[in-house]
């Protein structure tokens, strides 16, 4: 099983970038599916998530401006940044758990600069 992130790099405070997450050896589907961020010297964080139930939740620093969304044909996840934020910088890993399983991407850098 992987999940191959990409979408990450270099944007400015204000600006949009999209990062995707596509699955190999195994299917998104209708799993809990998210996104996640880290910052050197702080704990891993929950972006967004969808549930098993279809159900998106956010975190309160990125409600209104973030969006995740799935594309079962696609087999790719998504992650829509809008008004992008300097705090948003971090690197981003999305995330699958499968019955007991959890799988984790590689991690795309996202950095927003002023």
């Known amino acids: 099983v992987q999940l191959q992130a990409s979408g990450g790099g270099m944007v400015q405070a204000g600006g949009s970038l999209r990062l995707s997450c596509a699955a190999s050896?195994?299917?998104?589907?209708?799993?809990?599916v998210g996104w996640y961020r880290q910052v050197p010297g702080k704990q891993r964080e929950v972006v967004a998530r969808?549930?098993?139930?279809?159900?998106?939740t956010y975190a309160d620093a990125v409600k209104g401006r973030f969006t995740i969304s799935r594309d079962i044909v696609k087999n790719t996840l998504y992650l829509q940044m809008n008004s992008l934020k300097l705090e948003d910088t971090a690197i981003y890993y999305c995330n699958l758990r499968k019955k007991i399983s959890e799988y984790w991407g590689q991690g795309t850098q996202v950095t927003v600069s002023s």
């Open positions: 050896g195994t299917t998104f589907g209708l799993n809990a």
């Open positions: 969808i549930s098993s139930d279809r159900s998106a």
